[in-house]
């Protein structure tokens, strides 16, 4: 029998730079050879697993609308991720992607925040109750937006032209750093959006 998960169990999770190393500058992961995990990341993620946690992977992936791999290309990505993390029992409920470009004015490409907005409606999960994980400052004005609190993975100095409002509550540089963070603040029984801004 599968473990129930409350739904303040539910962390998002950006996905290249996070989950896996990125591209170089205005290129894609355009296949699953091309591939490449961060482990330390994802360690945490199993470390999480065994507290109960479960993903929602949100991303941007505008490769599709600029002809750079095709959205089969991307689903194929996508399900070899799951498989595999699922195989070291790390469950991602599901992958949300925008496929546009940056110049079509969708609500979904981050910082816009609809791709919260579908997860939260599709697993019935209180945003503000969540934390996003991500690695560029959009994630966190994405987050923000959709009224989630973030952690950064990165060097503080990207966030300068970030709000007060829309700064990270935690910056670090691996989600096996924060381990003990998440634990406190999942913790909480009321874990609130007006949580102490610490950079
Ligand atoms: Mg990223």
């Known amino acids: 029998m599968g473990i129930n998960v409350a739904p303040n169990k539910i962390l998002l999770l950006d996905r290249d730079g996070v989950i896996n190393k990125k591209a170089d500058e205005n290129d894609y992961i355009k296949s699953w050879e091309a591939f490449d995990w961060i482990k330390d990341n994802v360690d945490g993620l199993i470390q999480?697993?065994?507290?109960?946690?479960?993903?929602?992977?949100?991303?941007?992936?505008?490769?599709?609308?600029?002809?750079?791999?095709?959205?089969?290309?991307?689903?194929?990505i996508h399900q070899k991720m799951v498989e595999h993390l699922s195989s070291i029992n790390v469950k991602v409920l599901d992958v949300f992607a925008c496929m546009h470009n940056r110049h079509e004015g969708c609500d979904c490409r981050k910082p816009m925040p609809g791709l919260f907005m579908q997860a939260a409606k599709a697993y019935g999960f209180d945003l503000e109750k969540t934390l996003y994980i991500g690695d560029d400052p959009k994630d966190c004005k994405a987050?923000?937006?959709?009224?989630?609190?973030?952690?950064f993975l990165g060097s503080p100095q990207r966030l300068d032209d970030l709000t007060l409002h829309e700064?990270?509550?935690?910056?670090?540089?691996?989600?096996?750093?924060v381990l003990p963070f998440l634990e406190t603040y999942f913790k909480q029984a009321k874990a609130t959006n007006q949580s102490e801004k610490l950079f």
């Open 167 to 177: 700064k990270p509550i935690k910056v670090a540089n691996s989600i096996k750093e």
């Open 143 to 151: 987050a923000c937006a959709a009224g989630s609190n973030s952690i």
């Open 48 to 76: 999480l697993s065994e507290k109960g946690f479960q993903f929602i992977v949100l991303t941007n992936q505008a490769g599709v609308a600029r002809g750079k791999m095709t959205r089969t290309d991307l689903e194929h």
